[in-house]
């Protein structure tokens, strides 16, 4: 069993910042990949950023310069540290564990909600 558990989201006025917090407790064996993606009303959840077991990292085109996605491998936790927020981030955050080695599965936290006031 996997548990992600998330933080930090909140109400916060345009050009705030944020920190999303996500750490995975239980079996864990090896981590492919860790990730936030951001999902509205209506649509499909998406790839806010993402980090690969070996550091490279993966962003959305909206979130570039003002987004960092960060680890502490000790901790199994991964950060989301958003600046410069602007309305249109605003959506329920969930964070992703890709975990396995042959047999490779996604783990999602529960989804912490960021609303950003212009």
């Known amino acids: 069993q996997v548990q992600l558990v998330e933080s930090g989201g909140g109400l916060v006025q345009a050009g705030g910042s944020l920190r999303l917090s996500c750490a995975a407790s239980?079996?864990?064996?090896?981590?492919?990949?860790m990730g936030w993606y951001r999902q509205t009303p209506g649509n499909q959840r998406e790839l806010v950023a993402a980090?690969?077991?070996?550091?490279?990292?993966n962003y959305a085109d909206s979130v570039k310069g003002r987004f960092a996605i960060s680890r502490d491998n000790a901790k199994n936790t991964v950060y989301l540290q958003m600046n410069s927020l602007k309305p249109e981030d605003t959506g329920v955050y969930y964070c992703?564990?890709?975990?396995?080695?042959?047999?490779?599965?996604?783990?999602w936290g529960q989804g912490t909600q960021v609303t950003v006031s212009s």
């Open positions: 992703n564990f890709n975990l396995g080695w042959g047999v490779k599965r996604d783990y």
């Open positions: 239980g079996s864990i064996f090896r981590v492919n990949s």
């Open positions: 980090m690969a077991s070996g550091g490279n990292t």
